[in-house]
């Protein structure tokens, strides 16, 4: 059953900020990838108390909707059925393509699903698979020399630490990755804007809840994956054959992400090639690029 929401003359834009709670989702037992539900028709307060999305999921579930000024009595999809990604279930999966986090708590049978910000064009996320070295609460801002550049240009001048509180744009609690030299960490803000967007120097950013959330349930040393797939595919225990396509992260300022090139691994070429699919159906989505598992089960 898709689900929707009926706009009530209120922003987009405006609605994303208050979408901060992260989702509790059972783990499939039957052996696909497949969870969640779309939302039904509610009004815009409904939904922006109770569930999460990022701007740009909803921005790919709805095309031709401005985010800025959404026109009222319009009816938007709100994307909260996804694939899981086809990777170890095992501590944090950060999807970089489709903006979210994935953590799977220790006991099982669960998955909590929290929208991100990601490093910007020219300061990317990396994909890598490291660990949590560090748990940080109340942590202090050492910005770069490019990044104090970056705001120089811009008349701001930055010291060369900010301390703990309301002016730092870590927010209260970070987790610090094992990778590199330990400079990357998922960590929250002081912002009311940039989640679900590519907006960070490089870091994975949360809302101050679901940061808070995620530094209390995520031990030290747990595993984490940062991995950029655009296109995600499964089978489901009664054999229907689902996709689910994202934009794919822009390399330029020049590129258009509803046009670019995706790459087809081997593994999505022998499903395509499988005989399961409608591969119309597919294709049509490959162009759509909407963000939301769709069924392209040939019949």
Not at 55 to 78: F, H, R, S, V, Y
Request: hydrophobic residues 35%; glycine residues 8%.
């Amino acid at each position: 059953m898709k689900k929707w929401l009926t706009l009530l003359g209120a922003s987009l834009l405006g609605m994303s900020s208050h979408l901060t709670y992260a989702h509790e989702y059972l783990l499939p037992t039957d052996g696909s990838r497949i969870i969640g539900e779309n939302d039904d028709k509610r009004s815009l307060e409904t939904i922006a108390a109770q569930y999460q999305v990022g701007l740009l999921n909803m921005m790919e579930a709805n095309p031709g909707i401005d985010p800025l000024l959404p026109e009222a009595g319009k009816t938007l999809q709100i994307p909260l059925q996804m694939i899981l990604p086809d990777t170890v279930r095992k501590g944090i999966v950060i999807n970089l393509a489709e903006l979210r986090l994935y953590y799977y708590p220790k006991e099982g049978g669960t998955v909590d699903v929290y929208p991100i910000g990601i490093g910007q064009l020219g300061r990317e996320t990396p994909e890598m698979v490291t660990s949590v070295s560090q748990l940080i609460k109340d942590p202090t801002w050492t910005p770069t020399a490019n990044i104090r550049k970056n705001y120089a240009a811009k008349g701001i001048t930055l010291p060369a630490v900010v301390p703990a509180g309301p002016d730092n744009p870590m927010g209260a609690y970070a987790l610090r990755l094992a990778h590199s030299r330990g400079e990357y960490l998922i960590h929250g803000t002081n912002a009311d804007f940039g989640i679900g967007l590519r907006v960070s120097s490089g870091c994975i950013r949360l809302r101050p809840d679901d940061i808070e959330t995620l530094f209390n349930v995520v031990p030290k040393g747990s595993r984490v994956q940062v991995i950029n797939k655009p296109i995600k595919f499964t089978e489901t225990a009664d054999g229907k054959q689902f996709i689910e396509v994202h934009q794919p992260l822009s390399q330029n300022e020049d590129d258009d992400p509803q046009t670019m090139p995706l790459t087809f691994t081997k593994q999505f070429t022998a499903w395509y090639e499988s005989g399961k699919v409608d591969k119309a159906k597919v294709d049509a989505e490959i162009i759509r690029r909407s963000g939301i598992p769709v069924d392209v089960t040939a019949y």
